[in-house]
């Protein structure tokens, strides 16, 4: 009987005394393999972590097996919002909560049992790594890449702070589901838009699910168009409209500008300024989702104004209305009643001219067609010639030209949140914004400050943090005391592992650039558009800077799925509906959750949990255990066709489908092979060999009590410095069978042949059958029939 309790101890302090995984940073094969670190919550380590962790730990355990040079670390995403909404509630410092987390995490980490380096941990609301993320910032301020301004933003009334658009999800907050508004505020900015064109062309080549690609390609939102410039009538105004349909100029019947556009205090005629006022204030309340939904009626309301359409110099009405956004293009659109939908409803509800310039049947229409009413493009039908042709007419009277739009916004970074990196910027009075010296960073977060949310920074209530001298001067300054939003944090960490005692610098240059990018990232799909976005962004600007010599941070990537509840729901522990790890590694042990999470599962889809599943699992490993116990020292040379046959075919699928991550057609190979060596076992005495191969197998997936094997059958430890089994490929085939001895139809012998006998000498063999010989001794034979890969038939006399 295996006793997983002691030997899982047992050998994993076996690994860490000796040291078995360390990184040999000498070594030139390196492979990075990284999953996404963990945010340290009280809640414990769940399944998913389980998940996320132990599957991949088999590739990389794999890939040692297989002469690589695995590098493997663990950290945390130790600052946050979570640590601090629980010190609001409970008076416990985030600080001491998260260290406290962090520790118990560890452990229940280290009982998996993972090649994880330890010694490159990262921690990000550590001084010594939030120096270097407010470096980052200081870098990105001095490139002018890190910017302040004012902006509409998003804002959580529960939360009381701002979030970035991608914490927005339908509207609501991300973390606590209260609905976003939008506040006007003076923000901090990184310039993520100046690389929109390189993230988005850089998704071609990156090995990564085809849909995460998709969900940052329309985050990032290019459009291609026009921007074309309207005069406002009566004065020397202008505004740009930006247009995806510049052929359809001469159906603009008016135009539109958000609401938060500044041209619409100064052209709003007296007569309307009070409309427009309440307008104003009504879209200001509501959040982009809604106003953009195609659902909700539309709104708005005349500035008074005209507009003149410089195509053919017609006055068009400038009105306001929420559904166009003062974000996007230009913030102004030119209004084409008769071709687009959101024009069409919002002209036919303010009785607004709607003229056709494509023929169709209904309107409004979208489609292709011959233009009509439009001069110069009449009679044309090719939509990119139309747009052409007006595009250079535009161009020659200087009223417009080609342009591109991206959905993708700068990024928001500063939050009104204390467990942060403060960013590291200081306001005087004589020089206004200076950067923080890079020599008196870190800019150390305080630890006695009153953080209880009031939509203002928790630093600014803390004196002797606000209160400082001016790098420049020396006089009297004060301190920013928003703090960075902590997608900052996770958006170079993977850069950090490789150099994370380094003091000077934040890594040093050759060591990131021999060590990355990272060759399999493994983590959530819920991060396409965030961190993966940012971790892009930042690679990409400090290769800009100098720092790096690489485009992308992560070569591969794979989203592992996600484990449901027996019932097939998502857990929760409001639901009450989590299945714990701790309770399975105390009643099977890590190798066998392990085994069960590669084997129940494919790996990107997950699934519903099952006992029933972990305990087949169980009973495998014991079965197999039970091969090795009762191995009886046969240490022969002999060779068996079917078990070779079954042993190469094994091998060779696994080593296909482990690169894929789908370890779960790797453990049921594993078990065939399992299967023929009990049925072989029961008839012969099993040769060492095929034990030690077993073991090799499944050592990557459950190493644990493969460690324990190799020492039963006589090995020093460790397996894991061990080779994988590598394929013969002339076993890949049975070159033998059974060939079939019958006299009249009735078997009477069978002997293993080669496949390659031709019909003579089968024959041959089977009239040397010792039973043959018996049955047909003194008979007369009459003929001899053979069927090549299957029987010989003696056919008799009498
Ligand atoms: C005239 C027109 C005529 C348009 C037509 C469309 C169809 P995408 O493809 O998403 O980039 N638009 C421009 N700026 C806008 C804003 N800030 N808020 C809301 N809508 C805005 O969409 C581009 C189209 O969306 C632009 O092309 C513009 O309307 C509108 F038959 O211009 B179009
Ligand atoms: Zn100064």
Known sequence: MYNFKENEKKWQEYWKKNKIYKFNKEREDKIYELEMFSYP??????????????????????????????????????????????????????????????????????????????????????????????????????????????????????????????????????????????????????????????????LKNLDWPEKTKNLQKNWIGKSVGATVTFEIKGTSKTFDVFTTRVDTLYGCTYCVLAPENPLVDEITTEEYKDKVKNYKLEASKMSEIDRTSTVKEKTGVWTGAYAINPINGKEVPIWISDYVLATYGTGAVMAVPAHDERDFEFASKFSLDIIPVIESENLPYTGNGKYINSNILNDLTDRDEAKEKMISKLEKINKGKKSTSYKLRDWLVSRQRYWGAPIPIIYCEDCGTVPVLEKDLPVKLPYNVEFAPDGKSPLAKSEEFVNCKCPKCGKNAKRECDTLDTFVCSSWYYLRYPDAFNDKEPFNKKVVDKMLPVDVYIGGVEHACMHLLYARFFTKALRDMGYLSFDEPFKRLIHQGMILDPEGQKMSKSKGNTVSPDEYIEKYGSDALRAYLMFGFNYVDGGPWSDDGIKAIDKFLGRVYRLVESYDGNNSKERYDDVDYVLNNTIKSIREDIEKFQMNTCIARIMEYVNILTKKASEISLPKFYLEKLTLLLAPFTPHITEEMWEKLGHTPSIHNEKYPE??????EIKTYEMVIQVNGKVRGKETVSKDLTEKEMEKVALENENAIKFTKDKQIIKVITVPGKLVNIVIKG
């Open 727 to 732: 394929v013969d490929e002339n076993k890949l």
């Open 41 to 202: 919550s009280g809640a414990k380590l769940h399944m998913g972590h389980w998940y996320n962790y132990s599957v991949p730990d088999a590739w990389a355990r794999y890939k040692r097996m297989t002469g690589h040079n695995v590098f493997n670390p663990m950290g945390f995403d130790a600052f946050g919002l979570p640590a601090e909404n629980y010190a609001i509630k409970t008076g416990v410092h985030p600080k001491d909560s998260t260290e406290k987390n962090i520790e118990t995490m560890i452990k229940q980490i280290e009982a998996i049992g993972g090649i994880f380096d330890w010694d490159n941990d990262v921690i990000t609301c550590k001084e010594e790594y939030y120096k270097w993320t407010q470096w980052m910032f200081l870098q990105l301020y001095k490139n002018k890449k890190a910017y302040k301004k004012e902006a509409p933003v998003n804002y959580c009334p529960s939360c009381n702070t701002v979030l970035a658009n991608e914490q927005v999800v339908g509207g609501e907050c991300e973390r606590c589901g209260s609905t976003v508004i939008r506040k006007n505020l003076s923000q901090w900015f990184f310039k993520i838009t100046d690389y929109a064109d390189e993230l988005l062309e850089g």
